[in-house]
Each structure stands twice: as C-alpha cells, then as structure tokens.
C-alpha cells in the first residue's frame, strides 16, 4: 500500500514537473495566454515578479546534466531548444555578471545573455534579444557574451544584408588585399581601437615601433577613402570592423 502511495506520489510530481517546463517553453516563446506567468510561477516555484536572465548557447551540454540546478545563490533552469539549449537564470538580488561568469565555466559556448527581465513575463523577449547577442560572436569562438557588452555589434549581427553592404562599401578595398596584408591592417585598427587611440600602445601590444602603426593605419585610411579623425567615419569603419570580425573566417 506504502509502495503504491509513494509511486503514485512520484507520478503526480513527475507530471507537475512537466507542467512546469511546458509553460516555461510558452513564456520563452513569448506566448501571451491568460495567467501564463502566473501559472508558471506556481509551478517552478519561482516569482512571477523576479529577476531573470535568458542565455542562448550554440550548442547544447551545459555543465551538469539536470535540467533545474542551484550553484551560488543562483537557480538554471535549461531548455533544449533545436540544436540550442536555453537557460533561464533566476537572479535573485545578484548581479547578471555572477550568471555570465558561471555559464562561460561550465558551457563550452559560444553563448548570449539577454538584458535582465523583470518579471517571467519578460523571457519571451530576453531570450530573443540573447540570441541576437549570440549573433555577435564570431565563427569560430567559444565564448558566452552580454548583450550590454556587445550592442554596436549587436545592431550589425541583426541586419545581415545591411552588414554585408557595410563590409563592402567601407571594406571593399581592403577585401582585395593580400589575406596577410588585411589581416596585418584589421589588427593593427583593433589595436588602435582597444589602446583607445594610442598609437604608442598599440605599438606595445604588436610589437612593432609607433611609426609603424601610424602608416598602416594612414594606409588604412587611404584604402577606404575615410579618415580615423572624422567621428562619423570613424564610426562607419568600426562598424564594418564588427561586420567583418562575424562573416570572416578564423584563422
């Protein structure tokens, strides 16, 4: 009789169970039903209210194999969605930089991590906005971005016929080159970029004398016909570097 209780217990929580992560697929879908949040609420035991984020990994086996966890503080819940899997991460009062840093350990990636939500009814679009996120991460890489870390690129990855006209209009000579020469000259912009305008520093980094990166950069600025100077210019060729990291292929 005891034995009989307990298996049926187990049923009745196994089918509670899926009740949860069906509606937790419908909000994540962004499905607007009548009392959805709600009712997903009672059945994770979450807050309808909450803190959430939404990370979308390009490929599936995130850490450990359950589908509900708990890791400092923090409560995953993860969805296999197609050759994706999705986790919603409920926050709590922490920092979304606490989940960012635990998915880049445990998930092989690349990933993106949408904005927080505020509210479960806010994952359909978070996890819209992580995929857009997952976007801007270039072929070949492996790591797990935030979209707050990565919105110019974000605008690019989310309009890919603009992005490739970008590339062509700003890029198209450099295109042409020799691939070490171009990829000489793209360093050597990205190091300007990350040195925040330093030629001197980015000499540092490239191990080559300041001069030296003056002319490839004016070289640079000869090719596309735009001056570093020019704000406006400026931001089109950063732009079209963002275009260029994504469709190019790595080494």
């Known amino acids: 009789m005891s034995g009989s209780a307990a298996e049926r217990g187990e049923d009745m929580r196994r089918r509670g169970d899926a009740r949860g992560r069906a509606l937790l697929d419908a909000l994540l879908e962004g499905r607007s039903e009548p009392d959805l949040a709600a009712r997903a609420a009672s059945g994770l035991g979450l807050p309808e209210r909450g803190r959430y984020v939404v990370a979308v990994?390009?490929?599936?086996?995130?850490?450990?194999?359950?589908?509900?966890m708990e890791a400092d503080g923090l409560r995953f819940f993860r969805r296999r969605r197609g050759d994706r899997e999705t986790v919603v991460v409920a926050l709590g009062d922490r920092d979304p930089a606490a989940a960012a840093a635990l998915l880049a350990r445990w998930c092989p990636g690349p990933g993106g991590i949408g904005p927080v939500a505020e509210g479960l009814a806010g994952l359909g679009a978070a996890r819209r906005l992580a995929e857009v996120a997952l976007l801007t991460c270039p072929p070949g890489t492996s790591e797990v971005v935030r979209l707050e870390e990565r919105l110019p690129a974000a605008l690019v990855a989310?309009?890919?016929?603009?992005?490739?006209?970008?590339?062509?209009?700003?890029?198209g000579p450099l295109l042409a080159l020799d691939p070490a020469d171009r990829a000489l000259l793209v360093r050597t912009f990205e190091a300007w970029l990350e040195c925040e305008g330093s030629a001197g520093r980015a000499a540092g980094r490239l191990y080559c004398h300041r001069n030296t990166v003056l002319n490839r950069l004016r070289r640079l600025e000869r090719l596309t016909s735009r001056s570093l100077t020019r704000p406006r210019e400026l931001i089109e060729m950063m732009l079209a570097l963002d275009a260029f990291r994504l469709t190019a292929p790595q080494p």
Do not use: I, M, W
């Not at 990994?57 to 509900?68: I, M, Q």
């Not at 970008?166 to 890029?171: E, G, P």
């Open 57 to 68: 990994l390009g490929a599936a086996g995130c850490g450990p194999a359950a589908v509900a």
């Open 158 to 171: 989310s309009q890919p016929e603009l992005s490739a006209r970008l590339v062509t209009d700003v890029f």
